[in-house]
């Protein structure tokens, strides 16, 4: 894994990873949103092994990357006019489509769904290698199963290191939480997660959209797990009763310059000026600074839910569902 600054090596990197890709490889890739573990949609033994890679339940489906929006008609049976419209406004970028699957997708792909989500990042590299690899490219994010997603490629080759054929870096991570989900299965489009298209903007571009909320128990989609995102630290959400007191060594992860940091064995800043974009793009990479400090406790500062605050309180609550399980594990043995 090298960070490749000469343009022609870079290019060359992108043509292996592609033919990587196209002879039934994985391969790590950035996106505007976060690194992604890839293999051709179309080759379903390649993308097997991202499952086993991530140690991934296979209920749950994997987007499909493609390089223009031309290449949603090969891969779904309808294409809805709001939802023409949402990729029309913002694609290339951070936006999920469910849509009905036509059967060329392999339901390894989609968990035996009828529908595929479907999505063209915003990045250049990514762009370069689907446009060079020439298929539909399916891919997770490019952590284990659970875990804190990766914005960096080090965060990517602290996971996988040599289990992958190749690490493509492309820097950190522009907008740094996952793509916004929106499915148009029913009659009423249905955002399925917050991400990085805010809802605010959806509903700007097509009107009203329903909002599925977790009870907390049931996974709003495949996958969507209450506990998700999670650090090995176990980790509370201010307003939601953290006890500071005897907890040890406690780090906080805050969204401004916090008030006082008495006590604090460690803090991290989303952002100073509290924007809620930069905060995005810093929560993963500050969520993995805190878990390396062997830290007792994480309390998390939360943010106002909305714009793209939506997304950051979506990830700070499955990621504290995910550590009091952990913790509950660790107490229990
Ligand atoms: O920004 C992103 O979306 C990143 C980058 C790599 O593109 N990818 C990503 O993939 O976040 P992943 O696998 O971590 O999350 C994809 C989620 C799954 O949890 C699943 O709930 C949902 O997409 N999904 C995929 N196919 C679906 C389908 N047919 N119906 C409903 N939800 C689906
Ligand atoms: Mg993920």
């Known amino acids: 894994m090298m960070r490749t600054q000469n343009p022609a090596k870079a290019a060359g990197r992108i043509e292996r990873a592609a033919k990587l890709i196209r002879e039934g490889g994985v391969v790590a890739f950035p996106t ?49 006019r709001a939802a023409q419209k949402l990729a029309e406004h913002f694609w290339p970028g951070p936006l999920t489509l469910v849509l009905p699957k036509r059967p060329i997708v392999p339901d390894i792909v989609t968990a035996g769904l009828p529908s595929v989500a479907i999505r063209q990042p915003d990045h250049p590299v ?89 009870n907390g128990e049931r996974p709003l989609a495949p996958g969507q797990l209450p506990s998700h995102y999670a650090p090995r630290t176990p980790l509370s959400l201010l307003n939601e009763g953290a006890a500071r007191d005897g907890a040890g060594r406690v780090g906080l992860l805050s969204f401004r310059r916090p008030l006082d940091c008495i006590g ?33 406790l994480i309390i998390a500062d939360p943010v106002p839910e909305a714009g793209l605050g939506r997304a950051i309180m979506d990830r700070l609550r499955r990621a504290s569902v995910g550590a009091a399980a952990h913790f509950d594990q660790t107490e229990a043995t």
């Open 126 to 214: 990514a762009l370069a290698l689907l446009l060079a690899a020439g298929v539909p490219i399916a891919a997770p994010s490019a952590n284990p199963f659970g875990r804190t997603s990766p914005t960096t490629a080090a965060h990517v080759a602290e996971h996988f290191g040599e289990q992958l054929d190749l690490i493509l870096d492309g820097g950190p991570c522009r907008v740094g939480v996952e793509s916004t989900i929106v499915s148009f299965v029913e009659p009423m489009p249905v955002l399925l997660r917050p991400g990085g298209v805010s809802l605010e903007e959806i509903e700007l571009a097509i009107g009203p959209v329903a909002v599925q909320t977790s």
């Open 264 to 296: 604090l064995a460690a803090v991290e800043i989303l952002s100073e000026q509290g924007d809620l974009r930069e905060a995005a793009a810093n929560l993963f990479a500050a969520i993995r600074r805190l878990d390396a400090q062997r830290l007792d």
């Open 32 to 80: 505007e949103t976060v690194y992604g573990l890839g293999a051709s949609a179309f080759d379903a033994l390649a993308v097997a092994r991202v499952f086993e890679l991530k140690a991934r339940p296979r209920f749950d489906p994997l987007i499909v990357h493609i390089a223009a929006l031309t290449e949603v008609e090969s891969l779904a049976t309808s294409f809805p």
